[in-house]
C-alpha cells in the first residue's frame, strides 16, 4: 500500500478543513473510503468535502437511509454519501444492499464517499480509491479514558490506491 499523506487536527473545524481541501484534487469517478471508530469524525470529514465541492444542503448522516446523493454548485459533480455502518451488520448482505443502491453505475458519474467502507472497493472489484482513516490522537491529549472525545486531536491519514495511488 502507498504511504499516507498524514493530517493533525485538534477540532471538528480543522477536520472539515482538511476534507474541503482534499477537493482540490478529486474527479468524477473518485471513490473515497472513510473508516474510524464510532464518533471520530467521519460525517464532519464528509460535511467538509461537500462544502468544498459546492453542496448547498445540509449534509446529515445516512446511516438509516443508507445513502443520500447531494447536487453541487460549482463542480458539477454529484456527491454520493453512503454510510455502510448498517450494511456492515449481520442483518443486511452488503453485495446485495449495494447493488440495489446502483453503486457501480453512480461511481462512474459522481464523487462517492462511503462512511464505514471498509472492504467496499473489494467487493465492488474498484481498481482506484482514496482511503481515509479517522483515529482520536490519543497521545497529543495523553488521556485515553476521556468521555467526551470533541477536543481530542484526530489523525487523518490519506492513502490513495490505482491511479490515485
Known amino acids: ?22 477537493t482540490n484534487v478529486l ?11 464510532l464518533g471520530v469524525g ?11 465541492l459546492g453542496v448547498i444542503a445540509n449534509i446529515v448522516s445516512p446511516t438509516f437511509t443508507l445513502a443520500r446523493e447531494y447536487k453541487t454548485a460549482n ?24 447493488e440495489t443502491l446502483g453503486i ?22 474498484v481498481k482506484n480509491a482514496i482511503y481515509v482513516d479517522i483515529s482520536l490522537d490519543y497521545a497529543a491529549d495523553l488521556d485515553e479514558n476521556v468521555k467526551n472525545t470533541d477536543n481530542i486531536g484526530r489523525i487523518i491519514n490519506v492513502t490513495g490506491l490505482g491511479e490515485r495511488g
Open 1 to 22: 500500500m502507498p504511504e499516507a499523506e498524514s493530517s493533525s487536527t485538534s477540532s471538528p473545524d480543522e477536520t472539515f478543513e482538511v476534507a474541503r481541501a482534499l
Open 27 to 37: 474527479h468524477s469517478g473518485d471513490l473515497l473510503v472513510l473508516t474510524g471508530e
Open 42 to 52: 467521519k460525517t464532519v470529514f464528509a460535511k467538509g468535502i461537500g462544502a468544498g
Open 75 to 98: 463542480s458539477g459533480v454529484d456527491f454520493l454519501h453512503i454510510d455502510a455502518y448498517r450494511m456492515n451488520s449481520s442483518a443486511l448482505d452488503l453485495p446485495s444492499e449495494l
Open 104 to 125: 457501480e453505475t453512480e461511481l462512474e458519474r459522481a464523487i462517492t464517499l462511503i462512511e464505514w467502507g471498509s472492504g467496499v472497493p473489494e467487493l465492488l472489484d
